[in-house]
């Protein structure tokens, strides 16, 4: 039977408790917390000192999982929608997580019911979010790591960097040193050899090239086809809001098998969701004390006057000429030449916000809220990234938050590939 504490954290967040606060004052163990974190079993002793202190009975902090889906929305969980039934494997699937960030993918794929058994990303911010909430994670650099040290794995998953190959960034690719982090998954797949490999990055991958002018996703496949005793490999670009994502953000998986699983892999096929459901208003309607709703990162003096001439669902396009800053109107002036851009897009409550970015520049993303004038919240992001609620961000630099959850996948996204990779391990019998 599945369980979930979605309630304890709902409860918590009403009594502005924190979760090191319940550690300290229940005395509970960082193993407890990473339980807690992940919905797994904790003892009734545990239970009980938890009630003692929130002064609650254990019917308010946990419940089983499905009777959570139907006391929640669409939200929290998609696979009401979807009538979709949980599989269970014969054994775990012991998972090595690479470039995890926050942990937007792992938070899915434990969903899903992997295991996350190693975990390593370098960036402090995401490090740190991603010891909070999920759990341990190793700082170390990559390309540092002896891959012979890492322990045994079923399945390795990572999205390494994306900014090489991203229309956001520079698209410098393989001329880029993180372009070439891949190679580094490469070496500690071939050393480990999983039963599984599952990679994610953006849609520039599928047209960026290597020196030789060959396509770099070609030279992946490749790759890991060759790894011993080789891999049956597939990728596909993948729109988020088919599966209850409430952002139009693609994004490319690459899945596979090692071959002596003789498994023909399926993607997903998209979920049947409710359109209103995948709409700004819908998924920024939060209350006020909802974790990290209060953190916004202010906008610069020019995009906050600018933001004052542009409507709901608008965008430049809407702000006078003569308030635009002379960058702006050397565009406005020849919008061929520049390809037409649609700068400070302000996505209508009606409408699925495009894609949340890492720079969270209201200039080249859809970042600003419906009806205030403001960049969206720490969590209203979250929120359009299908975080759930109980993740908290932490740290100073809210900035950093920003980015953290504009790098991360999707949640929700990453479940709906885990459980199709559960359900063709199932297939076979696993």
């Not at 819908?282 to 995009?303: G, M």
């Not at 050397?330 to 894609?355: H, L, Q, V």
Request: net charge neutral.
């Amino acid at each position: 039977m599945s369980i979930t504490y979605n309630p304890l954290w709902s409860y918590m967040s009403k009594k502005n408790i924190s979760k090191n606060t319940l550690q300290d004052e229940c005395n509970l163990s960082k193993s407890t917390m990473t339980k807690l974190r992940n919905d797994r079993n904790i003892s009734f002793d545990t239970l009980n000192r938890i009630c003692d202190y929130l002064d609650c009975e254990i019917k308010d902090i946990i419940v089983r999982e499905d009777d959570y889906y139907y006391q929640t929305t669409l939200f929290d969980n998609v696979e009401v929608t979807n009538n979709q039934t949980k599989l269970e494997l014969n054994s775990s699937l012991d998972t090595i997580s690479l470039f995890s960030g926050a942990g937007g993918l792992d938070l899915g794929l434990a969903k899903s019911g992997f295991n996350i058994i190693y975990a390593n990303d370098n960036y402090a911010p995401a490090a740190e979010n991603y010891a909070y909430n999920i759990g341990p994670i190793s700082t170390q650099d990559i390309q540092s790591i002896d891959a012979k040290e890492l322990p045994d794995a079923d399945v390795v998953v990572g999205g390494f960097p994306c900014q090489p190959f991203s229309s956001a960034g520079n698209r410098r690719g393989t001329d880029d040193d993180r372009g070439n982090l891949y190679l580094d998954m490469i070496r500690i797949i071939a050393e480990k050899k999983p039963k599984v490999v599952i990679m994610e990055n953006v849609r520039g991958l599928l047209s960026m090239k290597n020196k030789d002018k060959s396509l770099l996703i070609d030279s992946i496949v490749e790759m890991l086809a060759n790894i011993e005793p080789g891999y049956n490999v597939k990728y596909k670009l993948l729109k988020a809001s088919n599966y209850g994502v409430p952002q139009n953000r693609y994004r490319v998986f690459i899945v596979a098998f090692r071959s002596d699983l003789n498994i023909d892999y399926k993607f997903p096929d998209p979920y049947f969701i409710p359109q209103h459901e995948l709409t700004v208003g819908y998924a920024i309607n939060l209350n006020t004390n909802t974790l990290n709703q209060n953190e916004v990162w202010e906008l610069s003096p020019q995009s906050q006057h600018l933001v004052n001439f542009i409507p709901e669902g608008g965008s430049w396009k809407d702000v006078p000429y003569n308030e635009l800053p002379d960058r702006l109107k050397k565009i406005r002036d020849n919008m061929k030449k520049y390809r037409s851009p649609n700068f400070y897009r302000r996505f209508a409550r009606n409408e699925i916000n495009g894609t949340i970015t890492a720079a969270a520049t209201p200039e080249n993303s859809g970042i600003l809220h419906p009806t205030e004038n403001r960049r969206y919240s720490v969590r209203e992001i979250a929120r359009i990234q299908s975080f759930p609620d109980n993740y908290e961000f932490i740290g100073s630099s809210i900035p950093a938050k920003y980015k953290i959850i504009g790098n991360a996948v999707p949640p929700k996204l990453a479940k709906a590939v885990g459980d199709s990779v559960i359900k063709a391990l199932h297939k076979i019998g696993y």
